[in-house]
């Protein structure tokens, strides 16, 4: 039986058209050249048919890998680049990985039995005919866990890419972002400048955020997205000014209202929106009027074909963004027996309107009584001289456990009796906000707070 050619990522690359590009740190590649050209040395078709590991050091080979092997591979397992060695080996055999995609940057797999490997590179080299596309590829991306293994959750490409709206038209889009494209975040960012035939910036792991607002402003970013922790740490920055983006956008972490506000300040006249999304719930919704939070109405009917649901303060999604189910031996249900994941994210409505609290994973027992460390950091960022924060736990001999948080200033105080004030001030806003048992015990100014490979705070708790 003859094999029909299926869609693929690649299709949505021509020769023709407008230049298109990724850039990271110090390199380029032009993805028009992509639709008769290979950036795998011309070997992709030994990994036709095979679950293949990419497993590059560089973002930029990372997103040309991803674009030849669409329709090309079973499978496609996206290393992330922070994973732990001592989980490679239950990546590779619960993922029956067969072909791996290597870079000057990868690690070492010489350990590893893999049938094909393949060096792929950012030089795109001509080939005669444009590869065509025979599988309907599976997705693999890894969970962002904090302790224990990594779980793999498997996507298709039209669950990826469900919430993305081809663009019609209009001016040049060029997208800039703060995630790493082999999370799920970031990858979301590489589907939109691929099928909106925009170009991409791509971040840069361990590079100082001038230099990457540097970059991003090179390139004429027009769109623009990161954590709200990515987003205040450029906010501290004198090269913010630099960039003048049409849109920018925040996901992976509670949006509060003072980062949304700090935002509309800083780029007046562009949109600003916030994303819901998981690695494994896909993207639920945005939210583009400006305000923290989401419309209840939301919950109360289906929208897009996403449907949600409140339990026990906890949010659930069904969507056909969702992922399909995990990958490997003795894995839990992805979702409920009627289709809904539970996003383990607490979510408490005010009027009309639901605002999320925390993990649920991450509250802090004061007492026995519960804290969510996003709330305070919520009340403590609206002090007009805090550019952000961090709430821990610290163990205490009477109620097991007491608030205390790490603040960043926006600008640091000259005298100690300044430190002592803005000290008590916020200290003040939380007495006059939360119940006592949230009021922090203490408070340190540090000057910098440490942003995990996710994007997200590094968390600590005990």
Known sequence: MALTELHSLRSNISEEGPDRFIWNRVAGARLNDLARGTSLGGRFAELTGR??????????????????????????????PDIDPEHLAAVIAGADVDGIVIDHGSAKFDAFKIAASVECSSNIVPIEQRPHAFFQTEWVLLTSGTTGAPKMVAHSLAGLTAAITPRQG?????????????????????????????????????????????????????????????????????????????????????????????????????????????????????????YAGFPAALVEAEHDGVAMKVIDDSLYIRSPRAASHYIGEEVAALTDQDGFIDTGDIVERRGDRYFFAGRRGGVINIGGLKVHPEEIEAVINRHPQVRMSLVRSRRSPITGSIVIADVVLKRECERASEEHQVRNDILALCRGTLPRHKVPAAISFVPMLVVAPSGKLARRYG
Not at 53 to 78: H, K, P, S, Y
Request: proline share 5%; hydrophobic share 45%; no cysteine.
């Open 51 to 80: 679950s293949v590991l990419i497993a590059t050091g560089n973002q930029l080979t990372t997103a040309l890998a991803l674009i030849e092997l669409d329709g090309r591979a079973r499978r496609l397992v996206i290393l992330p």
């Open 170 to 290: 209009g001016d040049p889009v060029v997208w800039g972002t703060f995630y790493d494209i082999r999370r799920y975040g970031g990858l979301q960012i590489l589907l939109r400048a691929i099928l909106g035939g925009a170009s991409l910036v791509l971040s840069n792991p361990g590079e100082p955020v001038a230099d990457h607002l540097a970059r991003l402003a090179q390139h004429g970013v027009t769109h623009l997205t990161g954590t709200p922790s990515h987003w205040r740490r450029a906010l501290m920055s004198a090269a913010l000014g630099k960039i003048s983006p049409r849109y920018v956008r925040l996901s992976g972490e509670v949006a509060d209202q003072t980062i949304l506000d700090s935002l509309h300040a800083s780029f007046p006249q562009a949109g600003i929106g916030h994303a819901y999304a998981s690695t494994e719930a896909g993207v639920a919704f945005e939210v583009n009027d400006g």
